[in-house]
Structures are given as structure tokens and as C-alpha cells.
């Protein structure tokens, strides 16, 4: 099944393990899967060229940053990560702190590593829904998320999510700063 929409199955009345929704998503490598903390399971379509390219652009800034200190581990959209308050998400790029990350046992961290990142960033694509992506934001926040860019090309803003704060919503282009979280790391925004 290929399509340019998102598709969401309500899972409610069934019991997927953790170790079943990984051997779901090992034996559909090609679909990109996650589960909501509602139980239900979410199949996006692939990003377009512009989408694409954005996201790695972010990817790679974050990671020279990331190079430089040594603080953490950057993971791609292809990581998901099971929240401690359920689900499994797989934000468009993603930072965890190192020791954080060393917690975290061999298999753990070879699978679905059973964690919320310190910081993630979520590219709205020209298919995804804003109201999903910000109810994806508030799961980040409610598994222990300390910071978060949701870029919106669309309607040429950020919306910047810290724990036990308002959502902040700035004006595109803009500089973002990674803050205490991602120290000494900006992001310059270009205009989309």
C-alpha cells in the first residue's frame, strides 16, 4: 500500500506487545510506522524532495554541532523510540544525551531504545497534519522531552516546546537556539 496521506488504524481492542509492533515494523522495513500512546498505529507516506532535503540539512547541522561537543547521539528519522509514557515515535531528527544514552543496555539500544530524547525536531511536510504533529509534540513533553522545534513551512513558523512552558511561536526566517539543552548549538532557518 503506497499513498501520498497519512493513515492511522485504531489498535484499541488489540494487544500488541512492544516486541510484536518491532517485529511488525522489522518485517515492513519499507513503511514508516510509529504507535500513538492512544494505541493507534500510524503509516506516513515517504517525504517529498524538498522535505527530504531540509531534514537532512537539519540532520547534518545538529550533528557537526554534536561532533564538536561530543555530548550526545543524533538519530535520524528512521529511529523510533518507545516513550515512557507509551508509544513509538520517530521524530525527524533527534538528540539524547550521552549518559542518558549509556543507561540504556545493548538491546535496548539495538531495538526501539525504550527512551524519550532530550530534543527533537519535526519537519511539517506538505501531506502531514499540523494538529498531528502538535499532539506528537505533547507526547514528547509528556515522556520527558526538554526541548523541541516543530518547523512549519507552511505558515512559516516555529513553535518551540520546554517542559511547563507555553508553546512559543515564532516568525520564519529564524535563528533557533539548542538553550541549556543543546549548548552553544544554532540553527539558522532559512527562508522556505
Known amino acids: 500500500m503506497m499513498t501520498s496521506e497519512t493513515v492511522v488504524l485504531s489498535l484499541h481492542d488489540v494487544n500488541f506487545s512492544d516486541e510484536q ?3 511488525l515494523c522489522q518485517v515492513n ?3 514508516k510506522l510509529e ?3 492512544q494505541g493507534e498505529l500510524v503509516i506516513m507516506p515517504p517525504v517529498g524532495g524538498l522535505s527530504g532535503n531540509r531534514e537532512a540539512d537539519f540532520i547534518t547541522d ?3 554541532w554534536n561532533r564538536q561537543t561530543k555530548l550526545g547521539k543524533v538519530f535520524s528519522s528512521s529511529t523510533i523510540f518507545r516513550l515512557p509514557n507509551g508509544g513509538d515515535r520517530s521524530p525527524d531528527a533527534a538528540w539524547v544525551k550521552n549518559d542518558r544514552w549509556e543507561s540504556l543496555t ?5 531495538k526501539f531504545p525504550p527512551i524519550c530524547p532530550d530534543f527533537v525536531l519535526e519537519l511539517r511536510s506538505r501531506t502531514d497534519s499540523l494538529a498531528a504533529l502538535q499532539a ?3 507526547e ?4 520527558g522531552l526538554r526541548l523541541g522545534w516543530l518547523i512549519n513551512p507552511q505558515d512559516q513558523q516555529v513553535e518551540i516546546y520546554r517542559p511547563d512552558r507555553t508553546v512559543e511561536i515564532i516568525e520564519l526566517p529564524a535563528t533557533l537556539s539548542g538553550e541549556d539543552v543543546l549548548p552553544g ?3 539558522e532557518l532559512p527562508v522556505f
Open 62 to 64: 545538529l550533528n557537526l
Open 106 to 110: 545493548l538491546e535496548e539500544r539495538e
Open 136 to 138: 506528537k509534540m505533547r
Open 140 to 143: 514528547y513533553l509528556e515522556s
Open 21 to 23: 509492533f518491532y517485529q
Open 35 to 37: 504507535r500513538t500512546v
Open 185 to 187: 548549538f544554532v540553527l
Open 29 to 31: 522495513r519499507d513503511l
